[in-house]
């Protein structure tokens, strides 16, 4: 048997129309892997619908494995001056991210990470640029990555279609309430019921609301790339807060490995120690080959929002009542710690408080 046919022309209709309110006349970049190609034909056909100007960029998953295998990694990563041209005169970035194979991923270990150096320096240019841009998360469920996890394929795509048809209006409603109480300067407490009880500070940066729309204030608040299906609030955490101890009740995809059993403990600040009980077996040896000291710094968290996700896929965190903690990395977010180094835990039943204030209780948006 086959993969089930899907009419994909909603979801472009949605990404050019709603995501992006593509105008007549703008210059628009659809960056695709060979998967996602269906997708992008209806992309592309959505713009010239509403008079766009496209612009086709593929990366093909053959060449793609041959390069970071086969070359050394000073050879990998390098973007030219007339890609960031082109990028520079686009006023907006549909994303179909790839590459298909996971497992290869987690095999090319730092030969992939090379490979994908330039994500900072691409974000600092869509930031500086203005860029207004829409990440398509059905671009992760591959038939390779359901493999890897061990999940039903059209079931992935069918819920992520479904979140994704979803009236931004339904997201921005509680989402703007929790974005405001989590902006400025403010004291954040996660309990849960499995012994979760954590505090960390805010440090008074952006605030992002992910709705599935890029707009203008998304734009001057330098959140350029929404996800669709949106559906979280997040935020960089004060890197030198974090007392407690968390415990993650869902598990965590790592390169095409499932993690369980995700906690940590911080103590003044500092990673006190960290477990993972099955499954992590390759976060430990990132964890033992960063040299960075900020892997030891809280990073950032996640507030799900949306109703149509379900949890047991790979957007555990955009489920509504969802809160994700993580600590390492977070430069690309805004945030101080650098490095290659993150892991994080979810939770689907916290209760958390920001100054005293429940924006979640019991795994509930207030």
Not at 333 to 359: H, P, R
């Amino acid at each position: 048997m086959g993969e089930t046919i899907i009419d994909y022309r909603p979801l472009a209709r949605t990404a050019v129309r709603k995501s992006l309110a593509v105008k007549k006349g703008e210059n628009v970049i659809v960056e695709t892997w060979n998967h996602g190609l269906p997708i992008a034909r209806e992309i592309i056909f959505a713009l010239r619908d509403v008079g766009a100007n496209s612009l086709l960029l593929l990366e093909d998953e053959e060449t793609y494995w041959r390069s970071v295998e086969g070359l050394a990694p000073n050879k990998l990563g390098n973007v030219g001056s007339h890609e960031w041209a082109a990028m520079k005169e686009a006023d907006c970035y549909v994303f179909l991210p790839g590459p298909a194979d996971i497992a290869r991923v987690r095999k090319a270990g730092r030969k992939y990470r090379a490979a994908t150096s330039y994500n900072t320096t691409w974000y600092r240019n869509a930031e500086k640029w203005g860029i207004r841009g829409v990440r398509l998360s059905l671009g992760y469920a591959t038939p390779e990555r359901a493999a890897a996890y061990g999940l039903d394929a059209d079931a992935w795509r069918r819920m992520l279609l479904d979140a994704s048809a979803l009236d931004p209006k339904v997201l921005q409603g509680p989402g703007k309430k929790i974005q405001r109480a989590l902006r400025g300067k403010g004291r954040v407490e996660v309990t849960a019921p499995n012994g979760t009880d954590f505090t960390f500070d805010l440090p008074d940066r952006s605030v992002w609301l992910t709705d599935g729309v890029t707009d203008a204030e998304d734009v001057k608040e330098g959140n350029n790339m929404s996800n669709l299906p949106g559906g979280t609030v997040s935020s960089t955490v004060d890197e030198t807060s974090g007392d407690g101890v968390f415990i993650a009740d869902r598990p965590g995809a790592y390169l095409g490995k499932w993690m369980k059993g995700i906690s940590f403990e911080f103590k003044d600040g500092r990673l006190k120690e960290y477990h993972v009980r099955e499954g992590g077996e390759r976060v430990g040896e990132d964890f033992r080959e960063e040299k960075n000291a900020t892997k030891q710094r809280l990073s950032s968290f996640i507030v799900g929002l949306n109703p149509a996700i379900r949890y047991g896929f790979l957007q555990d965190t955009l489920a509504a009542g969802a809160f994700h903690l993580g600590f390492g990395d977070n430069e690309e977010d805004g945030g101080k710690n650098k490095g290659d180094f993150y892991l994080g835990g979810t939770l689907s039943n916290a209760t958390v408080a920001v100054d005293g204030k429940e924006i979640l209780r019991g795994g509930k948006v207030l």
